[in-house]
C-alpha cells in the first residue's frame, strides 16, 4: 500500500518552439503535414473505449482549401448518445475512487506524448483542420495542452492538501469527491487546447465526461481522444461524440444523472443550454454544476500618453492573429484624435507587409476562417459598413470563398459609438475604431462600459501609469482579464487564469485551480475520538 502524501510541484510553462528551417520539429512538422493532407481517414465515436460508426457521416475539410476532404466522421445519434451516459456511469465509480496520484499520472503522460512523440501529429491536424499558421498551432495544441495537463496534476494536490484544523478529541477532514453523475463537455473549434481542457479538468477529478466536440475541430480532437486513450484513461472516461449538438444535447440534458456542463462556444448556445438545465432541473439527482466562456467583444481603450507604435502593434496582434478567432481577439478599439493618424499608419504598414493563405505555406500570416457560415457572416458585416454613412473601411475588406474561407485583416472607423460591429460579435479579422476627441475621455470611458454585453477582455495603453489605472478602475467589470499596454490576448495557464463574466461566462478561470473547484462536491468529516456518554452541561453536574 503506498502511504506517501505527495505534492505535484508548480511546473513550468511548456517552452514554445522555433520550427526554423531544417530544425528537428519543422523537419517533423512538414512530413506530418504531407502524410495528413496525403489521407483521408474516418473517424468513429468512441463510447466505453470502443469504435462505433453509425454510417450518418460527415466531412473533415480544409477551411484555406474547402474543397480538400481529410476526414470522414459519423455522428452520434439518441442511441449512441445514451450508451454514452450509460458508459461514463459505468466508469464513474471506478474511476471517482481511483487514486488521485494515478488520475493524475495519466495526465501527466499525456502531456509528455503530446510534448514528444505526438507533437507533429496534434499540430498538423490542427493546422489543416483549424486553418492555424506554425505557431498558433504550436501555442495552442501543443504548449497550452500541456500547460494545462501538467498545471491541473498540481492545482488538484494544492486542493486535496486544503483541510480544516482539528480540535482536541477530534480529527477532521474534508473528502473532495467527484460530482455526482458525468460531466458534458461542449468543445470550440478554435483551440484543441480548450477541448483538452474541458475534459481533463473534471477528469482529474475524478469525474466522467461525454465529449461533443465541435465539428470544424474534429481532426484534431480525435486524435487526442487517442492520446489520452494511450496514456492510459480507462473506457468510458471520456466518451467521444462528434454530431448535432442539438441531439446530443436533448440526450445528455434529459438525463436525471447530468452532473455538470463545461462548455466553451456562443453566448446563444449556452443561454440554451442554462434555460434547459433550469426546465429539468426538477429531474436531475443534485443541481447541475455549469460552467462556461463564452462570447466577446474585446477592447483596447487608449489614453493620449499612448506610444502610437504599441497601439498599432498590439491592434494588428490582438485583432488579426488567428483570423481574429479567439474569443479574446481585439474587435473594438477607442482611440483619441491627436494619435489616430498615426496608429492607423502604423496598422495599414503591417498589413501590407503580411501574406494570406495555406497553411502549408510557412510565410501566410493570416489563414482562412473556418467555415463557410462564419465567412458569410463576416463578410456581410463588412459589406453593411462599406455602405454605412457612419462607418469607413480603411483597411482590407476583401473577401474571397473561391478556394478557401479567406477575409482580408478589415479595419472600420465609425461616427457611431453604437455603430453595429462595435457591439455585435464576429469572431473573424475585422476592428472597428471609435475616434474620440481628446477632451471627451470620459464619454469615450463610458461607451466602452456600456456598448458591449460582454466581460472577456480588455487592455489600456498609456505611458501615464496614473492615467492607466483610473481607467482600470473605471472599466473593472468590463473584463475579466485586463491588459496594460500590451493586446488583449494571450493568457498564458498558470500566469493569467482565464474567464470573463457578463454575457461572456460564469468566469471560472481555466488554467488555474479555481476551475478544478467547481468539479467537486465536498464532504465534510468529523470523527470523535472519545465519544461522550452523558448528556448533562457542565453547569448541570454535581
Same mark, same amino acid.
Not at 35 to 51: F, H, S, V
Not at 235 to 257: E, H, T
Given at each position: 500500500?503506498?502511504?506517501?502524501?505527495? /505534492?505535484?510541484?508548480? @511546473?513550468?510553462?511548456?517552452?514554445?518552439?522555433?520550427?526554423?528551417?531544417?530544425?528537428?520539429?519543422?523537419?517533423?512538422?512538414?512530413?506530418?503535414?504531407?502524410?495528413?493532407?496525403?489521407?483521408?481517414?474516418?473517424?468513429?465515436?468512441?463510447?466505453?473505449?470502443?469504435?462505433?460508426?453509425?454510417?450518418?457521416?460527415?466531412?473533415?475539410?480544409? @477551411?484555406?482549401?474547402?474543397?480538400?476532404?481529410?476526414?470522414?466522421?459519423?455522428?452520434?445519434?439518441?442511441?449512441?448518445?445514451?450508451?454514452?451516459?450509460?458508459?461514463?456511469?459505468?466508469?464513474?465509480?471506478?474511476?471517482?475512487?481511483?487514486?488521485?496520484?494515478?488520475?493524475?499520472?495519466?495526465?501527466?503522460?499525456?502531456?509528455?506524448? %503530446?510534448?514528444?512523440?505526438?507533437?507533429?501529429?496534434?499540430?498538423?491536424?490542427?493546422?489543416?483542420?483549424?486553418?492555424? *499558421?506554425? +505557431?498558433?498551432?504550436?501555442?495552442?495544441?501543443?504548449?497550452?495542452?500541456?500547460?494545462?495537463?501538467?498545471?491541473?496534476?498540481?492545482?488538484?494536490?494544492?486542493?486535496?492538501?486544503?483541510?480544516?484544523?482539528?480540535?482536541?478529541?477530534?480529527?477532521?477532514?474534508?473528502?473532495?469527491? @467527484?460530482?455526482?453523475? !458525468? %460531466?458534458?463537455?461542449?468543445?470550440?473549434?478554435? !483551440?484543441? /487546447?480548450?477541448?483538452?481542457?474541458?475534459?481533463?479538468?473534471?477528469?482529474?477529478?475524478?469525474?466522467?465526461?461525454?465529449?461533443?466536440?465541435?465539428?470544424?475541430?474534429?481532426?484534431?480532437?480525435?486524435?487526442?481522444?487517442?492520446?489520452?486513450?494511450?496514456? &492510459?484513461?480507462?473506457?468510458?472516461?471520456?466518451?467521444?461524440?462528434?454530431?448535432?449538438?442539438?441531439?446530443?444535447?436533448?440526450?445528455?440534458?434529459?438525463? @436525471?444523472?447530468?452532473?455538470?456542463?463545461?462548455?466553451?462556444?456562443?453566448?446563444?448556445?449556452? +443561454? &440554451?443550454?442554462?434555460?434547459?438545465?433550469?426546465? *429539468?432541473?426538477?429531474?436531475?439527482?443534485?443541481?447541475?454544476?455549469?460552467?462556461?466562456?463564452?462570447?466577446?467583444?474585446?477592447f483596447i481603450f487608449v489614453h493620449t500618453s499612448a506610444d502610437a507604435e504599441a497601439v498599432a502593434n498590439a491592434a494588428f496582434c490582438g485583432a488579426f492573429e488567428y483570423q481574429g478567432q479567439k474569443c479574446s481577439a481585439a474587435s473594438r478599439m477607442y482611440c483619441p484624435k491627436s494619435l489616430w493618424s498615426k496608429v492607423l499608419k502604423g496598422i495599414q504598414k503591417r498589413c501590407s507587409e503580411v501574406k494570406m493563405g495555406d497553411v502549408i505555406d510557412s510565410e501566410n500570416f493570416i489563414n482562412a476562417v473556418i467555415d463557410e457560415a462564419s465567412f458569410d457572416n463576416i463578410s456581410k458585416a463588412i459589406a453593411y459598413a462599406k455602405k454605412s454613412k457612419d462607418a469607413e473601411v480603411v483597411v482590407g475588406g476583401k473577401c474571397d470563398k473561391r478556394v478557401g474561407y479567406f477575409i482580408e485583416p478589415t479595419v472600420i472607423v465609425t461616427k457611431d459609438p453604437h455603430f453595429k460591429t462595435m457591439e455585435e460579435e464576429l469572431f473573424g479579422p475585422v476592428l472597428t475604431v471609435y475616434v474620440y476627441d481628446d477632451k471627451n475621455i470620459e464619454k469615450a470611458l463610458e461607451y466602452c462600459q456600456t456598448t458591449s454585453p460582454y466581460g472577456l477582455t480588455g487592455s489600456v495603453f498609456g505611458q501615464d501609469r496614473l492615467a492607466c489605472d483610473e481607467i482600470s478602475k473605471k472599466l473593472r467589470y468590463c473584463a475579466g482579464n485586463f491588459y496594460i499596454n500590451d493586446k488583449p490576448t494571450g493568457a498564458v495557464v498558470g500566469l493569467q487564469p482565464f474567464g470573463g463574466s457578463r454575457a461572456s461566462g460564469t468566469n471560472d478561470k481555466a488554467g488555474s485551480s479555481f476551475n478544478l473547484m467547481r468539479w467537486v462536491t465536498t464532504r465534510a468529516i468529523k470523527e470523535t475520538l472519545v465519544s461522550p456518554t452523558t448528556w448533562k452541561y457542565g453547569y448541570m453536574k454535581k
Open positions: 500500500m503506498n502511504n506517501s502524501i505527495f /505534492s505535484f510541484p508548480i @511546473p513550468a510553462n511548456e517552452p514554445v518552439k522555433s520550427y526554423q528551417p531544417g530544425s528537428p520539429e519543422r523537419i517533423a512538422l512538414d512530413a506530418e503535414l504531407k502524410r495528413q493532407r496525403e489521407t483521408t481517414i474516418e473517424i468513429p465515436l468512441i463510447i466505453g473505449g470502443k469504435a462505433i460508426k453509425t454510417g450518418n457521416l460527415g466531412k473533415v475539410v480544409e @477551411p484555406h482549401n474547402h474543397k480538400h476532404v481529410l476526414a470522414t466522421y459519423h455522428k452520434a445519434g439518441e442511441k449512441e448518445v445514451k450508451m454514452a451516459i450509460d458508459a461514463a456511469m459505468k466508469a464513474h465509480k471506478i474511476w471517482g475512487e481511483t487514486d488521485w496520484r494515478v488520475r493524475a499520472a495519466i495526465l501527466l503522460k499525456a502531456a509528455d506524448l %503530446v510534448a514528444g512523440k505526438y507533437r507533429a501529429l496534434i499540430n498538423a491536424s490542427c493546422m489543416l483542420g483549424q486553418s492555424k *499558421n506554425i +505557431y498558433q498551432a504550436e501555442i495552442d495544441s501543443a504548449c497550452e495542452l500541456i500547460d494545462f495537463l501538467r498545471y491541473n496534476a498540481a492545482f488538484a494536490s494544492e486542493i486535496y492538501a486544503m483541510q480544516p484544523k482539528s480540535a482536541p478529541g477530534q480529527l477532521n477532514s474534508v473528502e473532495y469527491r @467527484p460530482l455526482e453523475g !458525468f %460531466v458534458l463537455a461542449v468543445t470550440p473549434f478554435n !483551440f484543441t /487546447s480548450i477541448a483538452s481542457n474541458l475534459n481533463m479538468t473534471p477528469i482529474m477529478m475524478g469525474n466522467t465526461t461525454l465529449w461533443k466536440p465541435s465539428t470544424t475541430s474534429i481532426l484534431s480532437n480525435y486524435y487526442l481522444m487517442k492520446v489520452f486513450m494511450e496514456a &492510459g484513461v480507462p473506457a468510458g472516461v471520456v466518451n467521444f461524440l462528434p454530431g448535432p449538438g442539438s441531439v446530443i444535447g436533448k440526450v445528455a440534458l434529459s438525463s @436525471p444523472d447530468l452532473a455538470g456542463i463545461h462548455f466553451t462556444g456562443s453566448s446563444s448556445t449556452f +443561454y &440554451g443550454l442554462w434555460k434547459t438545465v433550469g426546465d *429539468n432541473i426538477a429531474k436531475y439527482k443534485s443541481f447541475p454544476r455549469l460552467v462556461g466562456e463564452t462570447g466577446g467583444k474585446d
